[in-house]
T-cell receptor, first 110, second 118 residues
Framework: GQNIDQPTEMTATEGAIVQINCTYQ??????LFWYQQHAGEAPTFLSY????GLEEKGRFSSFLSRSKGYSYLLLKELQMKDSASYLC???????????FGRGTSLIVHP | SAVISQKPSRDICQRGTSLTIQCQVD?????MFWYRQQPGQSLTLIAT?????????ESGFVIDKFPISRPNLTFSTLTVSNMSPEDSSIYLC???????????????FGPGTRLTVL
């Protein structure tokens, strides 16, 4: 099976930088997704990491270390609209269906 | 990317009744998925629905409780049968798309159906 762990809740200030961590335990790792989910809405895709290193996409970056079973999502220049739940999800083995973590609720305040 | 719609968007139902949720995709897809997201919890996969075959259920979910139909490549339904308050949750339809922005098999989600069972 898979075990995915991420903090339940984080708070940050508008304009700041926040890092959301995700650790996982799995066999036959394929890749790791980050999704954003605003309250009452469907999750939307943010990033996908297969290889070690940092993937940058605008204000959002995602990092992966396969040897450590660790990823983080970095959000820069935080805006109020970034308040949402951020879901880490992992695919492994012969399946490309992701298993989701519980999500991290990020609250951005002025 | 695939555009997915679900009906109903929300419903309040009585214990013991059943509700059928519809999922429509704007393009033909091979695999469709049904997830449940209970309050404060993450997404849990209920089953995978392929056209022309029976759905494949995950551990803890059975066909009698969550019958699924997949009559064609753009449509699926999930029925929540003999409901109890523990079934109160958000139910999301999802599809796998090979043409997502990542270039990999991304999952796209419908807006969800918020179910409350009294």
């Amino acid at each position: 099976g898979q075990n995915i762990d991420q903090p339940t809740e984080m708070t940050a200030t508008e304009g700041a930088i926040v890092q959301i961590n995700c650790t996982y335990q799995t066999s036959g790792f394929n890749g790791l997704f980050w999704y954003q989910q605003h309250a009452g809405e469907a999750p939307t895709f943010l990033s996908y990491n297969v290889l070690d290193g940092l993937e940058e996409k605008g204000r959002f970056s995602s990092f992966l270390s396969r040897s450590k079973g660790y990823s983080y999502l970095l959000l820069k220049e935080l805006q109020m609209k970034d308040s949402a739940s951020y879901l880490c999800a992992v695919t492994s083995g012969g399946s490309y269906i992701p298993t989701f973590g519980r999500g991290t609720s990020l609250i951005v305040h002025p | 990317s695939a555009v997915i719609s679900q009906k109903p968007s929300r419903d309040i139902c009585q214990r013991g009744t059943s509700l059928t949720i519809q999922c429509q995709v704007d393009s033909q897809v091979t695999m469709m998925f049904w997830y449940r997201q209970q309050p404060g919890q993450s997404l849990t996969l209920i089953a995978t629905a392929n056209q022309g075959s029976e759905a494949t259920y995950e551990s803890g979910f059975v066909i009698d409780k969550f019958p699924i139909s997949r009559p064609n490549l753009t449509f699926s339904t999930l029925t929540v049968s003999n409901m109890s308050p523990e079934d109160s949750s958000i139910y999301l339809c999802s599809v796998e798309d090979h043409h997502g922005t990542s270039g990999n098999n991304e999952q796209f989600f419908g807006p969800g159906t918020r179910l409350t069972v009294l």
